[in-house]
């Protein structure tokens, strides 16, 4: 008998797993906005995240050096999906890229003052966005009186060309609009699109460019500092 497949999780250890599954990855600091372990110290989280480990259904891996997060492993995905058919960290180590990426979600929608939620599968049957929506993946929700949809491009460093992420900007924007499937959103201002980087300078300068050069939906700037960690080196 498999003791870690048969052992029974709590609410709170579950909650971390499907977290965890949602984003793709998982730091101790996104737990503290879970209801069901939002109550624990920031040491019980941690614990809880051990134990995890030990029962081998996350695993630890490097965010980048001096800075850990988890990741499901196969064990972990089919105790919140009952499916293994997913492709995990076990089985393919994420690359430099796709840490920017998830990590940036996480940390905007989890560690901002505003909560906000990935759109997934159990979303997509209420707000269409489905996985043929143009740049599916990085979709999320605001909830509130009136929920607002939106698509979130993360700058990746590079050689810290402003104006090329701006151009991509504008060409996600331009796409959403023209999907038919998204026209209940944009149609009603309930759609956005929201660039993540990593410095207050550059986050200036790109808002000075679309406050000359609006796109075709309203465009937000998140500054997440920790992003500067991840990005690509700038040549030399």
């Known amino acids: 008998m498999n003791a870690t497949r048969d052992r029974k999780l709590s609410h709170s250890e579950l909650s971390v797993l499907k977290l965890t599954s949602q984003f793709g990855l ?14 624990l110290s920031a040491a019980s989280r941690q614990r809880l995240l051990d134990r995890l480990v030990r029962w081998q ?16 492993t196969l064990a972990g ?47 997509e049957d209420e707000t269409g966005l489905q996985d043929d929506a143009p740049l599916s993946g990085n979709y999320y929700v605001q909830n509130g009186e009136k929920d607002i949809y ?4 993360v700058d990746m460093g590079g050689a810290g060309r402003w104006d090329r992420i ?11 609009v023209a999907a038919s499937i998204l026209k209940p959103y944009t149609a009603s201002g309930s759609f956005e699109i929201t660039l993540a980087t990593a410095t207050q300078q550059k986050a200036e300068r790109l808002q000075r460019a679309f406050c000359e050069n609006p796109a075709e939906l309203p465009v937000r700037i998140a500054i997440i500092p920790e992003l500067f960690h991840l990005q690509a080196p700038r040549p030399s």
């Not at 701006?166 to 959403?176: E, G, L, P, S």
């Open 150 to 153: 939106g698509f979130l491009r």
């Open 57 to 72: 259904l996350i695993t630890p891996c490097w965010l980048y050096p001096g800075r850990r997060c988890y990741v499901l």
């Open 77 to 123: 995905q089919q105790r919140v999906s009952g499916s293994g058919q997913r492709r995990l960290q076990v089985d393919r180590p994420l690359s430099s890229e796709t840490k920017l990426r998830r990590f940036a979600m996480l940390s905007f929608c989890c560690l901002g003052k505003t909560p906000r939620s990935p759109v997934t599968p159990c979303h």
């Open 166 to 176: 701006v151009a991509k900007c504008t060409n996600d924007a331009r796409r959403i």
């Open 26 to 39: 998982c730091i101790p600091e996104a737990t503290a906005g879970l209801p069901e372990a939002g109550g």
